[in-house]
């Protein structure tokens, strides 16, 4: 079992930065992939970056490739999500996700495939 506990929202103007973080409880963190993932009012859960367990790849859609960043400290068991360039329609609670199938060899942006989520920290971008 792993808890993922999400900090380092907050309301910030549009062009700011923010950056967010995941810490993970349990010594297997280091065999995860992670994710992060977001969710506004009324919209389905989107995929917003994830990283493979060594930290070596990542993966982003297009919607906030070259403004997003994500790594990780597996000494540290913890992920983080340096998000610049901030837009209003970044505004959304965000969620940090494991996936467990440390067998798996893609990254993947299906919420489905993640087994451990966090609580979520509101990101709110004004204009």
């Known amino acids: 079992q792993v808890q993922l506990v999400e900090s380092g929202g907050g309301l910030v103007q549009a062009g700011g930065s923010l950056r967010l973080s995941c810490a993970a409880s349990?010594?297997?963190?280091?065999?995860?992939?992670m994710g992060w993932f977001r969710q506004a009012p009324g919209k389905e859960r989107e995929f917003v970056a994830a990283i493979r367990w060594s930290g070596g790849y990542t993966y982003y859609p297009d919607s906030v490739k070259g403004r997003f960043t994500i790594s990780r400290d597996n000494a540290k068991n913890t992920v983080y999500l340096q998000m610049n360039s901030l837009k209003p329609e970044d505004t959304a609670v965000y969620y940090c996700?494991?996936?467990?199938?440390?067998?798996?060899?893609?990254?993947?942006?299906?919420?489905?495939?993640?087994?451990?989520w966090g609580q979520g920290t509101q990101v709110t971008v004004s204009s």
């Open positions: 996700a494991a996936d467990r199938d440390y067998t798996r060899n893609y990254l993947s942006g299906n919420p489905r495939l993640y087994d451990y």
């Open positions: 349990g010594r297997t963190f280091s065999r995860y992939n």
